[in-house]
């Protein structure tokens, strides 16, 4: 069941090491919604950082409508699995992210 929330996410592009800040407006385990600036070029699969949670998945994108972006979650990220390359790369992101 997703439920209502509104955190802060960092999407990452692995392929072009972009990153884009959004909005995470729902989610549970099977996937999230999440809003985005308008007319940001992200591709349907990427991995996307819940801040407050220190979260990471890869995601890939159902349905888009504007700003707004449906995500179905394919795996989670431990951002504490030190031997895991992504996670390290992720929890960078999201260090950088929190000293703003």
Partial sequence: MRRRVLLSGVIYVPKSHSTFDCSIRDLSDSGARI????????????????????????????????????LKTLRLIP??????????????????????
């Fill in 79 to 100: 951002l504490a699995d030190a031997s895991s390359f992504e996670a390290r790369q992720l929890r960078r992101l999201l260090v950088e992210r929190l000293q703003r």
């Fill in 35 to 70: 809003d985005v600036r308008a007319g940001a070029l992200i591709p349907t699969r990427f991995q996307l950082i819940n801040v407050k949670d220190q979260i990471g998945y890869e995601v890939q994108c159902v349905r888009r409508n504007g700003r707004e972006m449906a």
